[in-house]
């Protein structure tokens, strides 16, 4: 009888791989692990090669693979991918530059490949009955502010990639705000002036603040912040006519005027659960989801964004 599980391979094993990732695959059950391609790691009982072309090249059973490597290392990656004719799922951001991915896309349709580009925050637990009730025709959006603040120290030790060109720094986790952002507004955005803090000694922001345009008049901006000693604070606030709306905790809680919403209980692999549920039904109908708008945020934020210098960051 033929196998329907989507036969997956991974490439790039590291924290968002053992994390989400795996845990996320086994439960879904729509798919095989039959392979991984990583430098340096390695997943228990998974056939593993050091690169992606060593893998395909042996294993021609493999159908679709996660490309979960920092950025700046994955288009070449999923160029080769969609040239043999493979389903591709890029974690977030979902490529260094917006022409790269764009090009992938454009790529996956000559192929009759499907692309996804996940954003693995819109799938918090609240983040749909926020979107369901600003999308009420009796609701008006005055103002929204992201914060997202986090210690970088807690969140990326180590992580060497995140500060070098393409790593994208603190957007890195600030590009998560600005998913949720940009698919609960009804209305587009786009950037009007940014502030860029840069340590001396690194090529990438650890802080940010973004002030946004939109062609109505609501006011939109964001603060991005690595230099937090305590709690992080991932959230969004949204003024308007019923309320402040609060999406807290990366999207996992919301209250109106601080009372608290009920949301859909979700575990904690919730997020990338979904991610593996929609990859599989694009998989099915060969259809891509492309969506580049917060990249785009993001590199218009490096376009127009003033540079400031501050201190060395040492880890
Ligand atoms: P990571 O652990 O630092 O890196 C993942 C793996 O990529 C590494 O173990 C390494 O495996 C490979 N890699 C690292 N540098 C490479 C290079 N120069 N060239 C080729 N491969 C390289 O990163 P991560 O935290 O899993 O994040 C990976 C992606 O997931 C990022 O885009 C991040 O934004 C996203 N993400 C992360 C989180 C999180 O909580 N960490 C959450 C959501 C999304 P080998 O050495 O074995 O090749």
Redo the contacts with the bound molecule.
């Keep these: 009888m033929e196998n329907s599980k989507v036969q997956l391979a991974i490439v790039?094993?590291?924290?968002?791989?053992?994390?989400?990732h795996l845990p996320s695959i086994e439960r879904s059950g729509c798919y095989d692990l039959v392979a991984t391609?990583?430098?340096?790691?390695?997943i228990d009982g998974v056939d593993a090669y050091?690169d992606i072309q060593a893998m395909l090249g042996d294993r021609p059973d493999i159908e679709a693979v996660s490309l979960?490597?920092?950025?700046?290392?994955?288009y070449s990656a999923a160029h080769y991918a969609l040239s043999e004719g493979l389903d591709v799922l890029l974690?977030?951001?979902p490529g260094a530059t917006v022409c790269e991915v764009e090009q992938l896309a454009e790529l996956a349709r000559t192929n009759d490949c499907c692309l996804y580009t996940t954003w693995?925050s819109r799938h918090g637990a609240a983040v749909d009955v926020a979107r369901e009730f600003l999308r009420r025709a009796d609701v008006e959006i005055q103002s929204a502010e992201v914060h997202w603040k986090e210690d970088v120290r807690k969140?990326?030790p180590?992580?060497?990639?995140?500060w070098q060109a393409g790593g994208?720094g603190v957007f890195?986790?600030g590009?998560?705000g600005l998913s949720i952002l940009t698919y609960l507004l009804p209305q587009r955005i786009f950037v009007e002036s940014a502030q860029l803090h840069f340590p001396l000694n690194k090529a990438a922001p650890i802080a940010a603040n973004v002030s946004f345009r939109t062609a109505s008049k609501c006011k939109v901006s964001a603060e991005f912040d690595w230099r937090i000693d305590g709690d992080e604070q991932w959230d969004i606030e949204l003024m308007t006519n019923k309320g402040t709306l609060c999406l807290s905790s990366g999207g996992a809680q919301l209250s109106l005027d601080g009372q608290p919403i009920e949301v859909p209980v979700h575990s904690p692999y919730g997020e990338y659960e979904a991610i593996y549920d929609k990859f599989a039904r694009a998989i099915a109908n060969k259809e891509s989801a492309v969506d580049l708008t917060p990249l785009k945020l993001v590199a218009d934020a490096f376009l127009l964004g003033n540079r400031h210098h501050v201190e060395d960051f040492v880890e």
Excluded: F
């Design positions: 790039g094993v590291g924290k968002i791989v053992r994390d989400q391609a990583s430098r340096n790691e390695t050091k979960c490597m920092p950025p700046q290392y994955r974690e977030k951001p693995h969140w990326h180590g992580q060497e990639w995140i994208l890195d986790p590009i998560n």
